[in-house]
């Protein structure tokens, strides 16, 4: 009789050697910029996410489509947290698969998520090197802190191909690590015109004159009279419909600055009113100071763009701690994941969420990049509208791609996402009033990953047939289309650490729409409707109640402005989206609808 020890060995050898690997994910080779430092210790530990094959998800797209779709009889009935569930679990089939062959190989799953769509390995890297055909390494790059492991291929064994949709992390490599906004630090001379404009729009109304200019700061004051946003609350339950604001890497706005901003941009409510904060993760990273700084930026203008325009909508800021010790974009796929397990749990979610954030389409892998859209198909047809900042690239991507090889002389578009994901709504960023223009650094193009959905095939192909035939730019012409819609974020005004910044970018845009949102969501709830919920095919069946933005060029601040770039133009174009939002008209359509 064979010792146990010994048994278990020869089971795990006798599994490895037997198993066919078929590659699942893999790259010729690691992004510009990374370098190699040899195999990665083989007892070093790996924590692998699995992330297990759905049940149905065509069906979850088809009934989204149904329920969101204005004229359908199922017209915003939208889905419980449980319905949702029985479309994206894993069958009985694949679980079984999942589990037998980790046991056989001596591991034991955990499963991550509510819908018990996401598990665990925790394994050595020789392990992992064997069972899934990898050879994983440690890579360098001057913008990390400290080597990432990796592998440029990852297999699966035969008994799984079908039943694993990603694993993560694998084969994923990024240098970019924020979506915050282009942060212009103010000179002495322009603090002071800071402060002349502070003292100048102290109340709640704006006259038009105020507001005017390209290099005049947006406030809420004129947004609220470019957009029509009101200033009177409507009566609602406050668990009827909050606003979401996602913040990452254990980061929180600063209450003491968003009572300022109150202070002096909306004195006709209260200063002291404020946000719940809500922490999740377990891990707490130490940031660097620099990083530190961007990222409360980012979380101050989030919020003060939300309780300063959403009057009396509750606020939350979700504040999701770093995922691991690799701080960096291939933590933020986990920390994404994070945030959308947790709003699966929620038995009443909020309404609408915001994300100022986003990498390049590329930089999570397709595997993983395809799954965490699928993650928001879910959350959207609770009936929660989702909405990203298109990215403050133009058409090269997002902040921090000047390293990329033939940047602005290639005419390579880079895509951001989640903001190419065909379930959120994607917001670009405008300047100025008469007229209101797209501002250069607005993200916008085509999905190299996720075909052009139903709801903006006419508009999106009227735009294409516009162009010129000869036009130079590469994108896939049959991608979903993007951004959606736009909002001002060329330039305004926030509070960080007691003084007067403006600056700009999409950052300001997403959070801005999202409020529009909430109070639209706010007079529904009040008079016994539902929510407006997953917002595209609404948006593009309402096309006249949005300004049409005709005037822009999205090369990107990086790149020169003559670079190769889309232009705005009339209805539908991948700067502005179908344009800016008139509340009244869409609130007319919202109780139409």
């Excluded at 064979?2 to 992004?31: G, K, M, Q």
């Excluded at 969501?521 to 009040?526: D, I």
């Excluded at 402005?561 to 991948?574: C, H, I, L, Q, T």
Aim: glycine share 8%; charged share 15%; proline share 7%.
């Amino acid at each position: 009789m064979l010792l146990p020890a010994l048994a278990n060995i020869l089971a795990l050898l006798s599994v490895v050697s037997c198993t066919r690997l078929a590659v699942h994910e893999s790259r010729r080779a690691a992004p510009a910029g990374f370098t190699s430092l040899g195999a990665a210790p083989d007892s070093h530990m790996l924590t692998l996410k699995f992330a297990l094959t759905p049940k149905n998800i065509p069906g979850l797209e088809q009934k989204l489509a149904s329920i969101s779709t204005p004229g359908s009889s199922e017209f915003r009935q939208w889905l419980s947290k449980d319905e949702v569930k029985a479309f994206v679990q894993p069958s009985n089939e694949t679980v079984s698969a999942f589990d037998v062959f980790a046991h056989s190989n001596g591991l034991a799953p955990t499963v991550l998520s509510p819908n018990g769509d996401w598990v665990s390995l925790t394994l050595t890297v020789a392990a992992a090197n064997k069972l899934f055909g990898a050879r994983f390494q440690e890579f360098e790059h001057a913008s990390l802190p400290q080597p990432i492991t990796r592998t440029l291929s990852i297999s699966l064994p035969a008994e799984l191909v079908g039943h694993v949709e990603a694993i993560h992390p694998s084969t994923s490599f990024s240098t970019s690590r924020f979506g915050a906004s282009r942060q212009i630090a103010p000179s002495a001379r322009q603090r002071n015109l800071e402060k002349r404009l502070t003292v100048k729009r102290t109340e709640s109304e704006a006259k038009e004159e105020d507001c005017d200019g390209l290099d005049i700061p947006m406030t809420p004051a004129c947004l609220q009279s470019l957009y029509g946003i009101p200033t009177t609350p409507a009566t609602q339950q406050p668990e009827a419909n909050s606003l979401m604001v996602t913040g990452y890497w254990s980061t929180s706005p600063n209450r003491t600055d968003l009572s300022t901003f109150l202070e002096g941009y909306r004195s006709d409510i209260p200063s002291n009113t404020t946000y719940e904060l809500i922490s999740i993760g377990k891990e707490v990273v130490e940031v660097p100071a620099k990083d530190a700084a961007t990222l409360v930026l980012e979380a101050d203008l989030d919020v003060q763009y939300t309780v300063g325009l959403v009057t009396d909508v509750p606020v939350q800021f979700l504040s999701v701690a770093a995922p691991s010790k690799e701080f960096d974009y291939d933590g933020f796929a986990t920390s994404l994941l994070e945030t959308n397990m947790y709003l699966d749990g929620l038995e009443n979610p909020p309404s609408v969420v915001t994300t100022s954030y986003g990498p390049t389409e590329t930089d999570f892998g397709e595997s993983m990049t395809r799954k965490i859209c699928n993650s928001y198909l879910a959350l959207s047809a609770r009936g929660i509208s989702l909405t990203f900042g298109s990215g403050d690239g133009g058409v090269y991507g997002g902040h921090d791609n000047s390293s990329i090889p033939g940047l602005c002389t290639n005419n390579d578009f880079l895509v951001v996402f989640p903001a190419s994901c065909p379930w959120v709504t994607a917001v670009g960023a405008t300047k100025g009033i008469h007229p209101e223009v797209t501002v250069n650094l607005t993200g916008g193009g085509f999905s190299n990953l996720f075909p052009r959905p139903w709801y903006q095939a006419d508009a999106a192909e009227s735009f294409l047939t516009g162009l010129p035939a000869d036009f130079p730019g590469h994108f896939n012409r049959s991608g979903r289309a993007y951004p959606d819609v736009a909002v001002q974020g060329g330039n305004l005004d926030f509070i960080y650490q007691g003084d007067t910044i403006h600056t700009g970018g999409t950052s300001f845009s997403s959070p801005i729409f999202a409020s529009v949102i909430a109070m639209i969501n706010s007079r529904l709830v009040a008079a016994g409707k539902p929510v407006l919920g997953f917002l595209n095919p609404w948006i593009y069946a309402n096309m006249d109640a949005f300004t049409d933005i005709t005037e822009g060029h999205n090369s990107g601040y990086e790149c020169p402005a003559e670079s190769v770039a889309f232009d705005a133009a009339k209805g539908w174009d991948p700067l502005s989206g179908v344009g800016s939002p008139v509340f009244d008209k869409l609130l007319a359509a919202a109780f139409r609808d």
